[in-house]
């Protein structure tokens, strides 16, 4: 293995989320009319279709279609058509899922008070999927 891979891989474990928004930020926030948030890691604190493949037992062969999505090496078309394809749920697997993992537990720590603030001061508020 080369030292770029391991060297991004060692900033990666290092790193640190900023908890604190500098001045420049808080700008940009209080003067949008619309935010956008990506559903999956952000909204939640998973990818919904890998926790639905490790759900339906099928999370292994999931995961090596994701990481070719992420390496370039499938599109990310091919790859969602061959990961919805393998995992192959039918609306009472999708009904046995929302059950075992509903909603309010895959949400990410604070996101919910965040759009409700957000909508209290007038901002519109857009769910996006890159998957979809």
Same mark, same amino acid.
């Given at each position: 293995?080369? &030292?770029?891979?391991? +060297? =991004?891989? @060692?900033?990666?474990? /290092?790193?640190?989320?900023?908890? *604190?928004?500098? !001045? #420049?930020?808080? &700008?940009?926030?209080? +003067? =949008?009319? @619309?935010?956008?948030? /990506?559903?999956?890691?952000?909204? *939640?604190?998973? !990818? #919904?279709?890998?926790?639905?493949?490790?759900?339906?037992?099928?999370?292994?062969?999931?995961?090596?279609?994701?990481?070719?999505?992420? !390496?370039?090496?499938?599109?990310?078309?091919?790859?969602?058509?061959?990961?919805?394809?393998?995992?192959?749920?039918?609306?009472?697997?999708?009904?046995?899922?929302?059950?075992?993992?509903?909603?309010?537990?895959?949400?990410?720590?604070?996101?919910?008070?965040?759009?409700?603030?957000?909508?209290?001061?007038?901002?519109?508020?857009?769910?996006?999927?890159?998957?979809?």
């Amino acid at each position: 293995m080369d &030292a770029a891979p391991q +060297k =991004a891989q @060692a900033t990666q474990q /290092d790193w640190t989320p900023k908890t *604190t928004a500098s !001045d #420049s930020v808080l &700008a940009v926030w209080r +003067k =949008a009319d @619309a935010v956008c948030f /990506d559903v999956d890691c952000t909204i *939640t604190v998973n !990818d #919904s279709l890998d926790l639905l493949a490790e759900f339906m037992g099928v999370k292994e062969q999931v995961e090596i279609l994701t990481n070719k999505a992420m !390496d370039g090496s499938l599109s990310l078309e091919q790859a969602l058509e061959e990961r919805l394809n393998i995992i192959n749920c039918s609306p009472d697997d999708i009904k046995r899922f929302i059950k075992a993992h509903p909603p309010a537990s895959r949400m990410a720590p604070g996101i919910k008070e965040l759009i409700n603030s957000l909508q209290a001061r007038g901002k519109a508020i857009y769910l996006i999927s890159g998957g979809f």
